[in-house]
């Protein structure tokens, strides 16, 4: 029975112990090749990971090194002027200057820097020096008081010095022939993207959405009054009336003194304009083109016309120089006004310190973008015609 069972079990080991021979075994320098392959592998591997490790800790240790390096920011580095605040305003100004200019006297301003500086001053950094407190508040204290006034390159229209006066009357004179002309006068249309809230105000009869720049300009193409609030499809004569200027010159405020005296008939100081607005002694306007016009007339048309154009050259030169002002303002339409004034404000800067203007900029700048007039027939003194009859007889001997 054992030997039967050895027998029958025989085969079974015979089968599983010769299994591994029938399998090919590897050459040895085949299996050397492969073996040193894979320690190869495994030690480029370790290699790159250990170079990327030294990357790392080079490249963090390179910017620890530069954070701890004090080193100047080109954003930082435009030098500003500070001349004028320095030595001008805390040199020279008299009491009567920080009056005009910030409202209040130079002990108040100082007194007010006292009390405000526990809570405004700064710390000069290793970026910039800090603004001084007596800057701050000085900023603060200018904008108010000189918004839409213009003080920084010209005092307010109305409120203008009598030698300044003179000056833009005489410069009317020399320049265009035109007596007692203190300012032209005239509205520009300044693109705008609409509110959502009665848009088709906006829309005026050139086809496109506006606000009107109402503008008084002097002979130097200096803007002396603006008011940017009304929507493009109103008439000049009706943001004229409801302008600040309007209420100035109606109460006495402005436009007075100064008067010439012309066949012992009286000529006071006045603006000019075009057809759409109101004839008045202290405004005066072309006789209307659609009626029967004497020499005489249409002289003093012409003088007017040839005075006027300073207020269309002024808006082109404006535009051309801010070129924003030409296509539409794609912001919220309160914030439209300030935009616009900023640029009459640098134009003016431009203008009044002679800075070159090149004709090419005209390019593309429409100048008879102006609101379109009809006449108005509106008299607003009674004395109003006689003054212009007085006009006409001075230019009638002119060549």
């Known amino acids: ?9 025989l085969p079974y080991f015979l089968t599983t112990r010769s299994t591994p021979t029938i399998l ?16 190869m592998h ?13 990357y790392i800790v080079l490249f963090s ?17 435009v030098e500003r002027s500070q001349h004028w605040w320095d030595y001008v305003v805390m040199s020279t100004f008299k009491n009567k200057d920080w009056l005009e ?6 002990s108040t301003f100082m007194h007010l820097c006292d009390q405000l500086r526990p809570y405004i001053q700064h ?18 204290l200018w904008c108010p008081a000189t918004c839409g006034e213009y003080r920084s390159i010209g005092h307010l229209f109305g409120v203008a010095r009598v030698d300044e006066v003179k000056a833009v009357v005489n410069g009317f004179k020399i320049k265009f022939g035109m007596i007692q002309c203190l300012g032209s006068i005239d509205g520009s249309h300044i693109p705008v993207m609409p509110p959502a809230l009665n848009h088709t105000d906006y829309y005026n009869r050139k086809g496109y959405y506006s606000m009107i720049l109402q503008a008084v300009v002097d002979h130097n193409y200096v803007f002396r009054d603006i008011n940017i609030r009304w929507p493009g ?33 009286v000529v006071p ?99 008879s973008n102006q609101p379109t007039t009809s006449q108005s027939r509106t008299v607003l003194n009674n004395n109003a015609k006689e003054i212009r009859n007085t006009l006409v007889d001075y230019f009638k001997n002119m060549p």
């Open 1 to 9: 029975m054992a030997a039967d069972g050895m027998s029958l079990l």
């Open 24 to 39: 090919k075994v590897p050459d040895s320098k085949e299996k050397k090749k492969k073996i040193l392959a894979m320690r």
């Open 42 to 54: 495994r030690v480029l591997k370790r290699h790159r990971l250990s170079r990327k490790r030294n």
């Open 61 to 77: 240790l390179w910017c620890s090194i530069l954070a701890t390096v004090p080193r100047p920011r080109s954003i930082w580095c």
């Open 101 to 106: 200019n910030f409202r209040l006297s130079k």
């Open 123 to 140: 710390q000069d950094t290793r970026f910039r020096k800090c603004i001084s407190v007596e800057r701050r508040v000085g900023i603060t």
């Open 233 to 265: 499809s109103v008439h000049d004569a009706r943001v004229f009336v409801n302008s600040s200027l309007y209420h100035k010159a109606i109460n006495r405020e402005i436009l007075t003194g100064n008067e010439l005296k012309i066949d012992d008939k």
């Open 269 to 367: 100081l006045f603006l000019i304009g075009d057809s759409a607005y109101p004839l008045s002694s202290w405004l005066m306007k072309p006789f209307a083109h659609n009626t029967e016009l004497n020499d005489s007339e249409r002289k003093y048309n012409y003088y007017l016309s040839k005075s006027r154009i300073v207020v269309e050259n002024a808006f082109g030169r404006l535009k051309a120089r801010w070129r924003r002002l030409l296509k539409r303002n794609d912001m919220m339409i309160d914030n439209v006004p300030y935009v616009v004034s900023a640029c009459c404000i640098l134009h003016n800067v431009c203008e009044v310190h002679g800075e070159a203007f090149i004709e090419s900029w005209m390019q593309g700048v429409d100048t």
